[in-house]
């Protein structure tokens, strides 16, 4: 039953990589754990470069362009435990050395899209030297997304202004993720012609498919629309978690987040370097 929830790819890597990666995770918690840093809705923006920086490099490793003594330390799941080792350590080590909650969180940031320039950049490299590079539905994907998170959170903070408010800017980027998720599958699916490799969501897009409107808008905007939808629903559930207790319920909030925007982020990179829409390339960062 397990192997029809988990995405295609979704594989440990050999043992001593394994071994290699748990010890760095192993590290990154004992710094966390030393330093007991403070979690706000500012952290929670702070992980989203990470998030994005993981994303990207499991993109670059499908197409392979990690070099193969590095490469099972940025497969799917393993790419998720190697960037947050680094994010981890850097975070506590900065907790530790900071007295001010400020500076951990700066260093955290810039330490993010730091990693994030870096990947993208050569992702853009490789895009560019190995065409085709189609990076025109991608960015019209990422504008999609973007406005249809501004028309989610407006509605939400008409009919739930408190969940806004509680959450903030953490509940926009979960809202935001799973939007770019579903977006950057219909882009993917419907006009670029890759395959969907989760078995739910490839579920309801079959749905989606069967339904008089695909001739009209697709087959994944009924997927879309779940994404969305649940988003949206997960931030009024966990806005009285966050003003309870506001760590836990942050960083509770900014793992939805990241079941969204590094799949979103993986498609948008993977679709704009990889040269054939292999079905087997749609295979998302986390489990939908």
Not at 13 to 30: D, K, S
Not at 40 to 50: C, D, G, N, Y
Not at 145 to 157: C, D, H, R
Not at 201 to 230: D, H, M, Q
Request: hydrophobic share 60%; aromatic share 8%; net charge negative.
């Amino acid at each position: 039953m397990l192997l029809q929830v988990l995405p295609e790819g979704f594989a440990l890597p050999p043992l001593p990589y394994l071994l290699i990666v748990l010890g760095a995770a192993g590290l990154a918690v004992l710094a966390l754990v030393l330093a007991d840093p403070s979690v706000t809705e500012v952290t929670v923006v702070a992980f989203a470069p990470w998030m994005v920086a993981g994303a990207t490099l499991y993109a670059l490793n499908q197409v392979g362009v990690v070099v193969d003594v590095l490469a099972p330390l940025f497969g799917s799941p393993t790419v998720y435990v190697t960037t947050f080792s680094l994010m981890g350590f850097l975070w506590g080590v900065a907790s530790l050395v900071g007295r001010d909650p400020r500076f951990s969180t700066v260093v955290l940031l810039l330490g993010g899209i730091g990693l994030m320039s870096s990947v993208l950049g050569l992702a853009l490299v490789v895009g560019l030297s190995r065409p085709p590079f189609r990076v025109l539905w991608p960015a019209i994907g990422f504008a999609v997304a973007v406005a249809l998170t501004g028309v989610a959170w407006m509605v939400l903070g008409a009919l739930r202004p408190r969940a806004t408010s509680i959450t903030g800017m953490a509940g926009l980027l979960a809202v935001f993720g799973h939007t770019l998720d579903g977006v950057s599958t219909a882009v993917g699916v419907d006009v670029l012609h890759f395959g969907e490799q989760t078995p739910l969501s490839a579920a309801i897009i079959e749905v989606g498919a069967s339904l008089p409107t695909a001739p009209y808008l697709g087959t994944v905007w009924l997927f879309v629309l779940v994404k969305v939808a649940l988003a949206m629903g997960v931030v009024v559930l966990m806005a009285d978690y966050v003003e309870e207790a506001p760590r836990e319920g942050f960083l509770l909030l900014a793992g939805v987040a990241a079941v969204g925007l590094g799949p979103g982020a993986h498609n948008l990179v993977l679709f704009s370097i990889a040269q054939t829409a292999e079905p087997s390339l749609l295979a998302p960062l986390l489990s939908r």
